[in-house]
């Protein structure tokens, strides 16, 4: 996790995870990206779901992309999704705590998807970083491009 004294491990490769999803309809179809960038290797990873939401495909993109890392790094995540990002920093713990409710004892939503998250996340040192969406990260707006894709083909694939 992030704060103004994080240092993180001078031993660990640094990789940065750029991510984005996309649900047309909201449920809809959906799609998720990430960038992976680690020195002057760049990937891209994307894939789909036939029903689901927003945050489904948001929370999706930042899990596969820690996935796709095979061992311990300094992941730095970017993303523009704040409930993703406020999610996994401020409100997990929280979560956890009081057996997945919510503030309001409600429960929590994508649950499922959170757990997997968190213990993605913690296999790797991770900082998470939120970005303006639709703004100038070059990577985020890929990221947006590739996720609707991954969404508009499934509708015109029917």
Request: with cysteine; aromatic share 6%; glycine share 6%.
């Amino acid at each position: 996790m992030s704060s103004p004294l994080f240092q993180p491990d001078p031993n660990l490769k640094k990789v940065q995870l750029i991510t984005d999803g996309s649900a047309i309809g909201n449920p809809g179809p959906g799609g998720w990206a990430c960038i992976l960038r680690h020195g002057d290797v760049t990937k891209e990873l994307y894939g789909c779901a036939p029903e689901t939401t927003n945050n489904r495909m948001e929370i999706t993109a930042a899990l596969q992309g820690l996935r796709a890392i095979k061992q311990r790094c300094h992941v730095k995540v970017v993303t523009d999704s704040e409930y993703v990002k406020n999610g996994i920093t401020r409100w997990i713990a929280s979560w956890k705590r009081n057996g997945w409710r919510t503030s309001s004892r409600q429960p929590v939503k994508n649950q499922d998807l959170w757990e997997e998250l968190d213990a993605e996340a913690d296999r790797h040192e991770t900082e998470w970083v939120w970005t303006k969406g639709h703004a100038d990260h070059a990577d985020n707006n890929r990221c947006d491009e590739l996720a609707n894709r991954a969404a508009r083909e499934q509708i015109s694939n029917v």
